[in-house]
């Protein structure tokens, strides 16, 4: 079993910058690939960002890459997502997601944090 807990979401203003942390504990030995989902209201889950805990090789979506940085620190078992230029769009609650291998569905990822929420206003 492993336990995700984000924090680090809030109310920005557009153009403006937030970092979400991803702590993870328990059995994380076979989390070798944390990422980031997230959900507007109305619409379906989407992947934002991955990447490998073993490579560091990261993974973004179209729509936040240049804009976006994801990292990890293993000695603190800890993701982060770095957020710059944010937009409207960007709004949604943003969920933490950690498994075996990298893919950019939501269900092959076994484990899941419960949620931060991010609203950027124009």
């Known amino acids: 079993q492993v336990q995700l807990v984000e924090s680090g979401g809030g109310l920005v203003q557009?153009?403006?910058?937030l970092r979400l942390s991803c702590a993870a504990s328990g059995r994380t030995a076979s989390t070798y690939v944390m990422g980031w989902f997230r959900q507007a209201p109305g619409k379906e889950r989407d992947f934002v960002a991955a990447i490998s805990r073993i490579d560091r090789a990261t993974y973004y979506a179209d729509s936040v890459r240049g804009r976006f940085t994801i990292s990890v620190d293993n000695a603190k078992n800890t993701a982060?997502?770095?957020m710059n230029g944010l937009k409207p769009?960007?709004?949604?609650?943003?969920?933490?997601?950690?498994?075996a291998r990298y893919t950019i569905v939501g269900a092959g990822y076994p484990n899941w944090g419960q949620g931060t929420q991010v609203t950027v206003s124009s």
């Open 80 to 82: 982060y997502l770095q």
């Open 89 to 99: 769009e960007d709004t949604a609650v943003y969920y933490c997601a950690a498994g």
């Open 14 to 17: 557009a153009g403006g910058s």
